[in-house]
């Protein structure tokens, strides 16, 4: 029979390098698929996730957190935007690091800390800058966990009904106006190239056998659909390469909740995407 510790109250068994759950908890989590939990409309904490044109919630990069990572875990997002990942740490008890290329997102991410978490961020732990700068920001080696939810190319261009929401509610509908941003590239196939390598350095800053999530849709621009989650992997684990990750899963995020539009109707299909890909990549030992 296996060793086990007690962690928090609970069973873990002593083989377990990966994080702290139980048996139970870790099959429940290996389902490959799972629905967004938001904070709720009404939630006082849902203020600061509104503010960013493409947030990500706080709840379900929890989960991710809590599977892929141990406590005192150094967990890094490369694109932080305002902060879910890094809030996920510090009430997880893990020490989240961050990079965001806008100050405005900076600046509302140590505000929602400090607000949500009564927890002030320093330099080191939220880096404004530019994520192709990684490995000038971090050591080698550094980081147990990466997650991230990147840049969906220049699609927030978009003028459609989720645009006009925004607007109307005097929300951004764009990252930001930065020649650098990822999400002003005009070429899809430039704005991939840059993706790739900005998640390829992060195979340096990865311990051996760690893992990283990226947190994916795929869209339509214009009358074109991309599937951009298998064109991101196949960047991202082409074993030409000197340096790539091996594919673990798909995990298929579905967002039920999010309202239906009529795109298409009456002419043509078009989907109302209600779902996101998990890509689960890890680095070999």
């Not at 490995?135 to 978009?158: A, C, G, R």
């Not at 340096?243 to 239906?260: D, E, M, S, T």
């Amino acid at each position: 029979m296996a060793e086990t510790l007690m962690i928090n109250g609970s069973a873990v068994d002593k083989r377990n390098d990966l994080n702290d759950l139980t048996s139970k908890e870790w099959i429940q989590e290996t389902k490959s698929f799972f629905y967004q939990k938001g904070l709720g409309a009404g939630s006082p904490e849902a203020k600061y996730e509104k503010m960013h044109p493409a947030p990500f919630s706080f709840t379900d990069i929890t989960k991710l957190i809590r599977f892929f990572t141990k406590h005192k875990a150094k967990v890094l997002d490369p694109f932080v935007g305002v902060g879910s990942t890094i809030k996920a740490c510090v009430e997880l008890d893990r020490e989240g690091f961050g990079v965001e290329l806008s100050p405005k997102w900076c600046e509302i991410t140590r505000q929602r800390l400090a607000a949500e978490s009564n927890h002030e961020l320093d330099d080191e732990h939220l880096v404004c800058g530019d994520s192709r700068k990684l490995k000038q920001y971090f050591k080698k080696e550094t980081f147990d966990f990466i997650v991230t939810s990147p840049p969906y190319w220049n699609i927030l261009e978009k003028k459609d009904h989720k645009a006009n929401e925004r607007v109307i509610n005097g929300h951004d509908t764009k990252y930001s106006e930065s020649k650098s941003d990822l999400g002003n590239i005009e070429d899809y196939n430039k704005f991939l190239d840059d993706l790739a390598k900005i998640f390829l350095s992060c195979h340096d800053l990865l311990k051996p056998g760690k893992y990283m999530c990226i947190i994916v849709s795929d869209f339509r621009h214009k009358s074109e659909f991309y599937p951009f989650h298998s064109d991101l992997l196949s960047k991202l684990t082409d074993k030409k390469q000197k340096k790539f990750f091996q594919l673990k899963g798909i995990k298929v995020l579905i967002q039920n909740a999010k309202k239906l539009f009529p795109y298409g109707y009456p002419f043509s299909y078009v989907e109302n995407i209600h779902h996101q890909y998990v890509l689960i990549l890890q680095k070999q030992k």
